[in-house]
C-alpha cells in the first residue's frame, strides 16, 4: 500500500509540473484545438501520469505522450496507433485485461506491468529536447525506485533506451554506454541487476511498414514475462 501511495502521490506531481513552456504551450493548444475526429472530446492536455500494477516485474518504458492520444485520454498508449497496436499484444501476452485501450475509464487493468516514458508532455512533432528529456528525467529516477518488484524494463525505441541508460548512469555510476548498443531484440544487464530488453517503438511508421510486426512485438513481451520470473 505504501509504494501504491507513493506511486500516486508522484503521479499527482508529474500532472501539476511546469518546467517546459515549450510543451506546456503546446500541450494545452493541442487540446484547445483539438483534431476534428475528436472534437467532442475533453482533452487531457496535461502531463500525463503513468499507469499500472504498482507491483509489476515488467515496465514498458515509451517516447513521449501523442498529441491526440494520450495527451487527449490522459494514459499512455491509449487513443492512438501506437496504442492499438501495443495493447493487444499486451493483452495476449498476459499483461493487459482487455486488447483495446480507449478512455481512462474504459476499465483496463495491467497485471505485473508498469507503463511510463521518458517524456510526460506530448511534444511538437514527437521530438521532445535534451533539455526537456533532462528536466523530465527526476520522475523517471523517482519511478524506477518506488517500483520495488521490478526486474526488467522494455524500452521502446531508442530514445526510451537511451534515456533508461541516463538513468543507470545517474544512479549507478555506469559507464561505457558504447557497449549497450541498440537493436531490437537486444537484452543487457544493467548495474542496478534491472535486464533491459530493446525493442521497436510500436509507432505507425514502423508497424504499417512491416519493420516491426505482432509476432516480433509479443515475442519481446513474452521474453520479459520469462525473465521477470512471471
Known amino acids: 500500500m505504501a509504494a501504491d501511495k507513493s506511486l500516486a502521490a508522484l503521479n499527482a506531481r508529474v ?6 513552456p515549450r510543451l506546456r ?6 487540446a484547445q484545438e483539438k483534431r476534428r475526429a475528436y472534437r467532442e472530446w475533453e482533452y487531457w492536455g496535461r502531463p500525463v501520469p503513468s499507469f499500472g500494477d504498482p507491483k509489476a516485474r515488467v515496465l514498458a518504458l515509451g517516447l513521449a505522450p501523442g498529441a491526440h492520444g494520450s495527451n487527449r485520454t490522459g ?30 475509464n474504459d476499465g483496463m487493468r495491467l497485471d505485473g ?10 511534444p511538437p512533432g ?14 523517471l529516477d ?22 533508461l541508460l541516463a538513468h543507470e548512469a545517474r544512479a549507478n555510476g555506469m559507464a561505457a554506454r558504447a557497449r549497450f548498443g541498440f537493436a531490437h531484440g537486444a537484452e543487457f544487464n544493467l548495474p542496478s541487476g534491472l535486464v533491459a530488453i530493446a525493442s521497436y517503438h510500436p509507432s505507425l511508421q514502423n508497424t504499417n511498414t512491416g519493420k516491426l510486426t505482432r ?3 509479443l515475442k519481446i513481451f513474452a521474453r520479459a514475462r520469462e525473465l521477470a520470473g512471471l
Not at 518488484?149 to 530514445?159: E, M, P, S
Open 25 to 30: 504551450l503546446h500541450c494545452a493548444q493541442v
Open 126 to 139: 514527437n521530438k521532445p529536447t535534451q533539455e526537456e528529456l533532462r528536466n523530465c528525467s527526476p520522475w
Open 15 to 20: 500532472v501539476s509540473c511546469e518546467l517546459c
Open 215 to 217: 509476432e516480433m512485438f
Open 75 to 104: 494514459r499512455p498508449f491509449t487513443g492512438d496507433g501506437s496504442g492499438d497496436f501495443l495493447f493487444p499484444v499486451l493483452h495476449a501476452a498476459g499483461f493487459a485485461s482487455q486488447p483495446k485501450a480507449m478512455s481512462r
Open 113 to 122: 506491468l508498469w507503463i511510463t516514458s521518458v517524456a510526460r508532455c506530448a
Open 142 to 163: 523517482e519511478e524506477l525506485q518506488l517500483l520495488s518488484n521490478l526486474r526488467v524494463v522494455v524500452c521502446l525505441g531508442r530514445i526510451a533506451f537511451d534515456g
